[in-house]
């Protein structure tokens, strides 16, 4: 069983930047991608950025291309959101999520638990 722990999140004023962390403890042998999801105060959840584990190749969802930017470190099991020129409507509960490979498609598995991320003056 994978666990994913984030960290990284806070209060910060519109323009401003962040980076959240995600650290990877465990192995996947079917791992598709590792993803963030976040979810706005009375939303659902919302897909927002991942890293194939093979390619590496990266994919944001329209609203954040540009302005946030996920990479990842092997040597430190970690992947990273780095979010900058942040807006009001990017406060959200961010979560690292994990998806596998299940007959060719990626299927969530674990998930961490959340950081907060506020956007306020």
């Known amino acids: 069983q994978v666990q994913l722990v984030e960290s990284g999140g806070g209060l910060v004023q519109p323009g401003g930047s962040l980076r959240l962390s995600c650290v990877v403890l465990g192995f996947s042998f079917n791992r598709w991608a590792l993803s963030w999801v976040r979810q706005a105060p009375g939303k659902g959840l919302e897909w927002i950025a991942e890293i194939r584990d093979s390619s590496s190749n990266t994919y944001y969802v329209d609203s954040v291309k540009g302005r946030f930017t996920i990479s990842r470190d092997n040597a430190k099991n970690t992947v990273y959101l780095q979010l900058s020129n942040l807006k009001p409507e990017d406060t959200a509960v961010y979560f690292c999520?994990?998806?596998?490979?299940?007959?060719?498609?990626?299927?969530?598995?674990?998930w961490g638990q959340g950081t907060q991320v506020t956007v306020s003056s």
């Open positions: 999520a994990e998806r596998i490979a299940v007959d060719g498609f990626g299927i969530f598995g674990s």
